[in-house]
């Protein structure tokens, strides 16, 4: 078995200690908005902190008591940019809150959301989870007419369109906005006495509807409703523009109802929490049905299952289940590990990885292993856990993946490497294989995929697939002429 190449200098565990420890898929943005309720900028907080696996460099609130917008902004961790006297100084019935994970835009201070301005009829504050692809174009016409950006997001330039827009109320100037963006976006959007939330007409990334009391709750994910007592309601619609106010709910297609929906399918791979509902399906049900598909299109005669924690643990357990091969905790994750850390003067091989992730020997010593992970993105990390499984004393390593290869990056609203960085681009699996030094390697099938996720239509697998729904240069679905009439729409059923 051949040991593959040398590891990359652009490896995922640089050795400067400064910057992230690892350079996987990073988990877009969450978005969290309430209204109208007494307690506002608690129950965001509680959101927002159920939504931090989706975004970890950045958090903010914004409220709104009808008068006046109050902000908290700030690098970090939710629980480390709020405190109870914060939270008690951003009074309002109304807030919305963002955590942030760069897709488009540095990681600086001046990109943290929610945005926030003024216009002729009030205030407005917006956080968005999504990319927009024509947001440079955009900006120059902005800029041209002059605006003036306080940062790079793209974010910033749907504000910008909605404080210059002519229409006189804060909905019609968002729907206005939208029309001339291309991409993906999920939105919340608070003005003085509303809560609009928004949906791109792809529908690319998820958002939910939900009440808690007498208000109405908008999240990224249903666990965010767990955490602050709120019932699950529906979806969000793709195309759907949703005003809550509080005289009630409004809904609007002002595009129509016949774009075809592109909903992300890695969000049932690797990003959404296991215990949400994402496209009204639970999320750890379709991981582990994954990894069910998987043991049976790649069977192996092996005498334990590993999972690679924590999004490959429901896709290993289903392995077992399918395979009658023992389950077991061969990995110990530290989920203390920041985004930055020291390491020792002399070199340590593999240090990154021991950081992050310990193998329990008891467990791997003279065992023919399999380890189950969500994806491979460069090899790297893989690469390394290969070993470290080896130094533990495994006599056989079998890698199983429980999503197709990733050949292709994303352009609406995930962080991902270029193309020619990842390794399913441009080597074969047994070429993979021979770079891992595992004894074998195998993928979750494309049709195994779909067949989890419940339906082969209507998902957006681009990554996996190289078939772009909106690429660059392309029309925008936004720009469809808009209903003049906003015909206004009971909230569906569950």
């Known amino acids: 078995m051949s040991d593959g190449p040398a590891v990359p200098s652009d490896d995922v565990f640089p050795d400067s200690g400064s910057v992230a420890i690892e350079r996987h898929w990073h988990e877009e943005c969450g978005v969290f908005g309430i209204f109208p309720h007494p307690d506002a900028s608690h129950l965001t907080y509680l959101g927002l902190h159920a939504l931090q696996h989706r975004g970890q460099e950045s958090a903010g609130i914004v409220t709104t008591d009808g008068e006046r917008l109050r902000s908290r902004l700030a690098m970090g961790l939710v629980q480390d940019v709020f405190d109870g006297n914060t939270l008690d100084e951003l009074k309002g019935h109304g807030a919305i809150g963002h955590v942030r994970y760069s ?18 009829g009030g205030h407005i504050a917006l956080a968005h989870n999504g990319n927009l692809i024509n947001a440079d174009q955009l900006k120059h016409e902005l800029e041209a007419r002059g605006a003036l950006f306080r940062g790079t997001s793209d974010t910033e330039v749907i504000l910008y369109l909605a404080i210059q827009s002519k229409q006189s109320s804060a909905t019609d100037r968002i729907i206005e906005a939208l029309g001339q963006v291309k991409g993906a976006y999920s939105l919340v959007v608070m003005t003085d006495e509303s809560l609009i939330a928004v949906r791109d007409p792809h529908g690319f990334r998820p958002l939910v509807l939900g009440k808690v009391k007498d208000a109405y709750v908008v999240a990224s994910e249903t666990c965010a409703f767990r955490l602050v007592d709120a019932d699950y309601v529906r979806e969000v619609e793709p195309g759907e523009v949703i005003e809550i106010t509080r005289d009630g709910l409004k809904s609007y297609f002002p595009w129509g ?25 639970n999320v750890y049900v379709v991981r582990r049905e994954m990894g069910r598909i998987l043991a049976r299109e790649a069977p192996v005669a092996a005498d334990v299952i590993v999972p690679v924690p924590d999004s490959g643990v429901p896709a290993a357990i289903g392995f077992s289940e399918v395979s009658g091969i023992p389950y077991q905790t061969g990995l110990i994750r530290s989920h203390y590990v920041g985004r930055t850390f020291i390491e020792p003067r002399d070199s340590i091989r593999n240090f990154g990885v021991r950081l ?14 399999v380890v189950v992970d969500d994806s491979i993105v460069r090899g790297t990390t893989s690469r390394k856990l290969v070993h470290l499984f080896r130094k533990a004393g495994a006599v056989e390593v079998h890698m199983r993946i429980s999503s197709p290869p990733t050949i292709g990056s994303c352009y609406y609203g995930v962080d991902t490497p270029n193309r ?12 993979i294989r021979d770079y891992l030094g595992a004894d074998s390697l195998a993928y979750l099938s494309l049709d195994g995929m779909r067949d989890a996720a419940g339906n082969h239509d209507g998902y957006c697998d681009a990554c996996f697939t190289g078939r772009y729904p909106v690429a660059v240069g392309e029309p925008s679905v936004a720009q469809l002429p808009l209903f003049t009439s906003h015909p206004e729409l009971p909230v569906a059923p569950p």
Do not use: M, W
């Open 257 to 281: 109802k016949s774009t075809p929906t592109a909903r992300c399918i890695f969000e049932y791979v690797y990003f959404a929490r296991p215990d949400s509902l994402i496209y009204q399906r």
């Open 103 to 120: 897709t488009t835009g540095s990681s600086t201070p001046d990109n943290i959301q929610p945005f926030f301005g003024n216009y002729a």
């Open 356 to 369: 992050k992730l310990s193998p329990v020997h008891e467990v791997l010593r003279g065992q023919r292993v």
């Open 420 to 431: 020619e960085e990842l390794i399913a681009s441009k080597q074969s699996v047994d070429e």
